[in-house]
């Protein structure tokens, strides 16, 4: 069975950082390209990042190009996003996502796979 597992949420000021972590277990983690989505309280789920399986190519909403950073480790069937400079309004649930394609990374109904998220709360 296909398995995401989120981690590295918590409570940050404004201006600092965190790094989230998705551990893929159950399928082959080098097919599948693995991004990030968030949803905050009352709002649409967005889609915040995703790195392709192929080559690596990485993809990044408006809201948080400059700011995160996502990263593979085949090694240990892990992707990283590493969010600097947040803002209060970064404060969501953030979900790891798979297999986000390059036209239709940032579309929900094309994911296959969600984790159970983990939630980001950025205070000002």
């Known amino acids: 069975e296909a398995q995401l597992v989120e981690s590295g949420g918590g409570l940050v000021q404004a201006g600092g950082s965190l790094r989230l972590s998705c551990a893929a277990s159950?399928?082959?983690?080098?097919?599948?390209?693995i991004g990030w989505f968030r949803q905050a309280p009352g709002k649409e789920r967005e889609g915040v990042s995703c790195?392709?399986?192929?080559?690596?190519?990485?993809y990044y909403s408006d809201s948080v190009k400059g700011r995160f950073t996502i990263s593979s480790d085949n090694a240990k069937n892990t992707v990283y996003m590493e969010m600097n400079s947040l803002k209060p309004e970064d404060t969501a649930v953030y979900y790891c996502?798979?297999?986000?394609?390059?036209?239709?990374?940032?579309?929900?109904?094309?994911?296959?796979?969600w984790g159970q998220g983990t939630l980001v709360t950025v205070s000002s």
């Open positions: 790195i392709s399986s192929s080559d690596n190519t990485t």
């Open positions: 159950g399928f082959s983690f080098d097919d599948y390209g």
């Open positions: 996502v798979a297999d986000c394609r390059e036209s239709t990374w940032y579309l929900p109904k094309y994911l296959e796979v």
